[in-house]
Nanobody
């Protein structure tokens, strides 16, 4: 399966942005879709994950209550709705898939090209 993240944008602090991860190829119900982010010179950071059938939702503490992950099986797409954005949310966001329930980046594969989110203060 190939994953492509899109929806890059520039928003003001406190604003909203939706980014999407479109999958081409077969996604299985047991697969776990994850969103990660990585700033230059830093390690890749877990943001949120969801099992393809819509359960096993889990967020990093840094985004809990502000971000919402969802999956649209009919469109083969996973979304990340980002509310109350902060300047520290500025970075590249990536989506990937894992075969089990985890937040470890090295357990995920099929990394899509990142999409840039910029939050101005």
């Amino acid at each position: 399966v190939q994953l492509q993240a899109f929806g890059r944008g520039l928003v003001q602090a406190g604003g909203f942005l939706r980014i999407s991860c479109a999958a081409s190829g077969r996604i299985f119900d047991r697969d776990v879709m994850g969103w990660f982010r990585q700033a230059p010179g830093k390690e890749r950071e877990f943001v949120a994950r969801i099992r393809w059938i819509g359960d096993w939702i889990y967020y990093a503490d840094s985004v809990k209550g502000r971000f919402t992950i969802s999956a649209d099986n009919a469109k083969n797409t996973v979304y990340l709705d980002m509310n109350s954005l902060k300047s520290e949310d500025t970075t590249l966001y990536y989506c990937a898939v894992a075969s089990f329930n985890t937040i470890r980046p090295n357990a995920y594969g099929n990394w899509g090209q990142g999409t840039l989110v910029t939050v101005s203060s």
